[in-house]
């Protein structure tokens, strides 16, 4: 079988290159010239970790192969995936510029029956407007091929992206045509051992299960910070709580871990798209509203702790920040907290020396020379008034602290994402606030 891939970005990549993993014939295309040429040459645009491994392998052996002429490639293919961005518009709506582009030029160079796939998340009615788009392209030149339109959301996560391919809790497909759903069947049929399901459905259902499983998961994250929050005010630990609650089967443990507020390029805008699409229906989903709003505040969390430590005066100070991506395991910047927290500081007249294993190229592109860069966590501790964690890369969770404590000038460290034990810190000699952990507790229990 030979698919198609339309936009080589983190899904469109780990989707090809998962594909190729099993045998399928795939071709990834991508409008961005540099970046075909350099996957041509081995180069991946993102970090993923086992992405490279996989992409090289298949490369070689001519299952993966890099276009950016769609026109050239897409003869004998079965199944075209569209992959491209659906960024947030002006008004929070999700923008479907490239999708019905790429429809558009699906429908003026396909040859043979085509089942194309809308990979991206897209909002409910999409599937229509790409099956417009492509029927309007052929019309425009005499062409009558038959070809059905089906929405296959991806739920992979950013660092972890080809494992959940490769092993996915469950791969959902809305179709509307038998003919569809059995070649969709038989694409993922290497992906479904151990009993993994994948779940067939209407496709508007399917465009709606990607915004609700997004939007759930990050009512989960607001939640539970909304609560960190209630527990410092009332001396409760939100770790303990954490844990208290997660061991319910019907709560669980994942994705309930308070933080300073979700990033990346997936929940802030699915969220802000889901609820615009409320809106449009005349339905407001106050609910997700909140979400939005805690998490914007919950960005300004460790900014907030700082500012009160240090009574106000920021103006001067040095602060060494551990981590700059959204999430570990990705170089991925956008909608990063660390942004956030950085522009605060700056403003308040301080300097940040910062340090990312991975992420020190894509945060460049943004911060340039606003901040000090560091070639390791210790030189960004250097002279430093606080530590303040902010991405929780495994090499962060066991410093050297007596190292840490002489190279900073106070020994305080602000914890955004609550991975060092506080009570010991504390027995150590630094002043360390997490987040849902009051002060007054620390060391109580330990
Ligand atoms: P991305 O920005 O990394 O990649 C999009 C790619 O599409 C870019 O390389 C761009 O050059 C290319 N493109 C744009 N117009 C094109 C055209 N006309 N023809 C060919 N290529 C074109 O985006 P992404 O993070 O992979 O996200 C893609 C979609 O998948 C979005 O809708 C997103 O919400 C969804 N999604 C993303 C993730 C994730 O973890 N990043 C997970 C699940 C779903
Ligand atoms: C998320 C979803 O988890 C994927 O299923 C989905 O496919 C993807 O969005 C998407 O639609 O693009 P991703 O954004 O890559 O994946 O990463 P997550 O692991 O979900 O983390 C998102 C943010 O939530 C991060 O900033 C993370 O720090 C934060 N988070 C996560 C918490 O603050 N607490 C948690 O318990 C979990």
Request: with cysteine; net charge negative.
């Amino acid at each position: 079988m030979k698919v198609i891939v339309i936009g080589t970005g983190y899904v469109g990549l780990v989707t090809g290159a998962c594909l190729a993993e099993v045998g399928t014939q795939v071709v990834c295309v991508d409008v961005n010239a540099e970046k075909i040429n350099n996957l041509q040459k081995g180069i991946l645009p993102i970090y993923e970790p086992g992405l490279e491994e996989i992409v090289s392998r298949n490369y070689q052996n001519g299952r993966l192969s890099f276009s950016t002429d769609l026109a050239s490639v897409i003869g004998g293919a079965t199944i075209a995936f569209i992959a491209v961005g659906t960024p947030p518009g002006e008004d929070g709506s999700a923008d479907l510029q490239y999708v019905l582009q790429v429809a558009k030029e699906i429908g003026t160079n396909m040859s043979d029956y085509l089942v194309v796939v809308t990979k991206s998340t897209v909002p409910v009615g999409t599937a229509v407007k790409v099956n417009r788009e492509i029927k309007q392209a052929m019309l425009d030149r005499g062409a009558l091929i038959d070809y059905d339109v089906a929405s296959n959301p991806e739920f992979l996560k950013e660092g972890a992206a080809v494992q959940d391919f490769l092993k996915p809790d469950r791969i959902v497909v809305g179709v509307n045509t038998d003919r569809a759903k059995e070649t969709l069947e038989q694409l993922y049929h290497p992906f479904l051992l151990n009993g993994r399901p994948i779940i067939f459905m209407d496709i508007a259902s399917a465009e709606m299960t990607k915004y609700a499983a997004n939007a759930m998961l990050a009512t989960k994250i607001s939640f539970i910070n909304d609560i960190a929050n209630l527990c410092e005010l009332v001396g409760a630990d939100v770790n303990q709580v954490r844990k208290g609650i997660g061991s319910d089967a019907r709560i669980g443990t994942s994705f309930i871990y308070p933080g300073i507020g979700y990033g990346g390029s997936c929940f802030p805008k699915d969220v802000k798209a889901l609820v615009k699409t409320g809106k449009e229906y005349g339905h407001g989903l106050r609910i997700l509203e909140a979400v939005e709003a805690v998490n914007n505040d919950q960005k300004k969390v460790l900014f907030n702790k700082i500012y009160k430590h240090f009574d106000g005066l920021l103006q001067g100070r040095t602060f060494a920040m551990w981590g700059l991506s959204f999430k570990p395991g990705t170089d991925d910047m956008r909608e990063a907290s660390s942004l956030v927290l950085i522009n605060s500081l700056l403003e308040a007249g301080a300097t940040v020396q910062v340090f990312d294993p991975v992420a020190m190229h894509e945060a460049g592109k943004t911060l340039k020379d606003s901040v000090k860069w560091c070639k390791d966590m210790y030189e960004a501790a250097a002279g430093a008034d606080a530590v303040l964690l902010v991405t929780e890369w495994n090499e962060f969770r066991l410093p050297d602290w007596p190292r840490v404590k002489q190279l900073l000038k106070a020994s305080v460290v602000f914890d955004g994402r609550n991975i060092y034990d506080n009570a010991y810190l504390h027995k150590q000699g630094f002043t360390c606030y997490s987040i849902g952990l009051s002060q007054s507790t620390v060391g109580v229990l330990s």
